[in-house]
């Protein structure tokens, strides 16, 4: 909206404007013999406003990424993903300072890469690169940037992959760890990782589960909610459309669960199955119980690379893990799928024999 007024003899336009950060700005003008002159000119600038955000050369790169992520990611992400960003964003920050995002080069962003592969794993690194070229790609569509600098960037790491021994169990221990489980019930902790182990549930859904949930007539489990393990304020939705889903639930799995409600269950107030959120706990516990540097969500990953060897289909495994699509599935488990093609290769000779 502009206000006029005259000064010093001439007329002066000023129009208060709301900029793409949510702050209100101010652009103004004098020296206009007339009033409608200078009402002309101050259509002409708030017709350009409407079609041009104000860009804030100045501003610097880990401004700009904090920025993007509050706008593009926190309303459409999980609590959980979030702190991936809100790490992405520290990191930015400590490296680039009070670097402008325009003078950022090619160059810079690659050594910023590399200084990061000598510090973190290569999937680590990876994920960093991805939301900062997220970020970017934004930065030149809304014209504070005319190129993209993270397009010809090469991703090292020189301690390479995390141990796949860090993210999965091996067969033996897997079947193990299920045994020994077992023989703990009716114990809160012991259960709450049995059924993860054998459902690969995310942790946060398997705080979410109330009795109803648990459909012991068709065997089957509703997920259709996730609880707060961060904040702790209750249930939350689930981290996309995609987990709201039905796992199947063995009958040697449903047994144990009644078990469980009549001898180790407390009762709380919203009927959850699990009524204390104990992640560090139930980490340090897998890892006791399996001599392992695994964590509970290994035992998701574990559980998915025990169906595809079990030759499930993998559209299934993705559908009963909750991946927002078979992509992710197959970029997860993109070892154990190499693992499995010289077994596949044989089945399909003897197709042609």
Do not use: C
């Amino acid at each position: 909206m502009a206000s006029f007024r005259k000064r010093d003899g001439s007329w002066e336009y000023r129009i208060s404007y709301k900029a793409i950060d949510g702050s209100y700005k101010q652009k103004s003008k004098r020296g206009y013999r007339t009033k409608a002159d200078a009402q002309r000119a101050a259509a002409e600038v708030e017709k350009e406003l409407l079609g041009h955000l104000e860009i804030d050369d100045a501003i610097t790169l880990a401004d700009y990424f904090e920025k993007w992520i509050e706008i593009h990611k926190k309303p459409h992400v999980s609590l959980g993903t979030w702190k991936g960003y809100e790490q992405a964003a520290r990191i930015v920050k400590e490296y680039f300072g009070h670097a402008k995002l325009v003078a950022i080069t090619s160059t810079a962003y690659q050594q910023f890469l590399n200084e990061l592969g000598q510090r973190y794993y290569f999937g680590t690194v990876k994920g960093i690169h991805h939301k900062v070229r997220g970020a970017i790609k934004q930065a030149v569509a809304d014209g504070y940037i005319r190129r993209n600098f993270t397009e010809l960037a090469k991703i090292t790491s020189e301690k390479g992959s995390k141990p796949l021994e860090d993210k999965f169990l091996q067969l033996d221990k897997y079947q193990e760890l299920i045994k020994t489980l077992k023989s703990r019930v009716p114990d809160q902790d012991s259960v709450h990782l049995y059924l993860l182990a054998v459902t690969g549930m995310r942790l946060g859904e398997s705080l979410g589960l109330t009795w109803p949930d648990i459909d012991f007539k068709n065997q089957l489990i509703n997920i259709d909610k996730t609880w707060d393990i961060y904040h702790r304020q209750g249930f939350k939705p689930t981290k996309n459309k995609q987990s709201v889903r039905k796992i199947p639930l063995a009958p040697e799995a449903a047994l144990l669960l009644k078990k469980y409600k009549l001898g180790g269950w407390t009762k709380n107030q919203h009927d959850r199955l699990f009524g204390r959120t104990n992640h560090t706990w139930l980490n340090r516990l897998v890892k006791k119980l399996t001599n392992t540097n695994i964590h509970v969500h290994s035992l998701r990953h574990t559980y998915a690379s025990y169906l595809i060897a079990q030759n499930i289909d993998l559209l299934t495994v993705s559908n009963l893990l909750g991946h927002k699509d078979l992509t992710v599935t197959l970029q997860t488990y993109a070892h154990q799928l190499e693992a499995k093609k010289e077994q596949d290769f044989e089945e399909v000779k003897k197709l042609f024999g």
